[in-house]
């Protein structure tokens, strides 16, 4: 049998990057436009995006840059000086297939690895997808009440229960594009868990994945999870992009489903001056 996925290639890891970078910008204007975050600025800068949607919120940083060739000293300068100018960290996410240039330049600036997260992908429409665990239900949330309950849910669960006023603000921006279905897993007729997918060009990006601390292990997520693999399926995508902490739970439930490991991007950050 003929393997179906993609080369894990520089051309594959510009597709994702490009697509990753144009959704967090889709998401930007909706936060926007919604008045979730008023005072969201984007700035395109070395082949990627730079995002600020307030003080202190964890979307604030940088994607996809170096993906469309060499980047200069003056473009990581003013991806510095986009960020730390609101009061955030200069940080970006590095694909390990960006040109050296990046890596070089944010050497120059002292920026430090602080994490890593795997980005993995899967052709469409699915070889195999399971069928859901017995007593899970996965459904779209069509409602703004639905929305409301997707946007509780992934905030418990992103937070284990240890939720600011911040995380629900950010939860409900998420939970409001228009551009996203958000999917909550009921377990036994009890919200448990989401997921969310956004589908463009051909690519279904799967992101929003949450399960109430209490009800972990009982197969919501990889209900979810599959549900979402259904869906871009019939939807004609032709690849299902998704992103794990590395050797997670997370990843080893995506792994089963049928993704694997494109690459590993690291997150870098400058530290603040003494």
């Known amino acids: 049998m003929t393997d179906r996925y ?3 290639d520089s051309v594959l890891a510009g597709e994702i990057e490009a697509a990753t970078a144009a959704d967090l910008v ?5 936060a926007r436009s919604c008045g979730i975050y008023p005072d969201t600025e984007v700035l395109r800068v070395g082949g990627g995006v730079a995002l600020w949607f ?3 919120n964890v979307v604030n940083g940088s994607f996809g840059l170096g ?5 200069e000293q003056e473009e990581v300068a003013a991806l510095i000086a986009f960020l730390e100018e609101r009061g955030a960290p200069g940080s970006t996410n590095v694909c390990p297939l960006a040109d050296p240039s990046l890596l070089r330049w944010l050497a120059h600036y002292r920026f430090v690895p602080t994490g890593f997260e ?3 992908h899967q052709p ?3 070889a195999v997808i399971a069928e859901p665990t017995p007593g899970v239900e996965v459904r779209i949330a069509r409602t703004a009440e639905e929305r409301e309950i997707w946007a509780v849910l992934e905030a418990r669960g992103f937070k284990n229960d240890d939720v600011s006023d911040a995380d629900m603000v950010l939860a409900r921006a998420l939970s409001l594009r228009p551009d996203a279905l958000c999917f909550i897993g009921y377990l036994n007729g009890e919200p448990a868990g989401t997921g969310m997918l956004v589908i463009a060009d051909g690519m279904a990006l799967f ?3 949450s399960t109430l601390p209490a009800l972990r292990g009982r197969g919501v997520q990889s209900s979810i999870l599959a549900a979402r693999l259904e869906h871009a399926s019939e939807a004609d995508c032709e690849l299902a992009v998704i992103e ?4 997670g739970v997370s990843m080893r439930n995506q792994q089963r489903a049928g993704f694997r490991v494109a690459y590993t991007r690291v997150t870098v950050e400058r530290p603040a001056a003494d």
């Open 6 to 8: 993609r080369l894990a």
């Open 54 to 56: 307030c003080p202190d």
């Open 244 to 247: 794990a902490e590395p050797s």
């Open 118 to 120: 795997a980005v993995l």
């Open 67 to 71: 993906m469309n060739g060499v980047v």
């Open 124 to 126: 469409l429409p699915a």
């Open 207 to 209: 992101n929003g994945d």
């Open 26 to 30: 889709s998401y930007a204007h909706s």
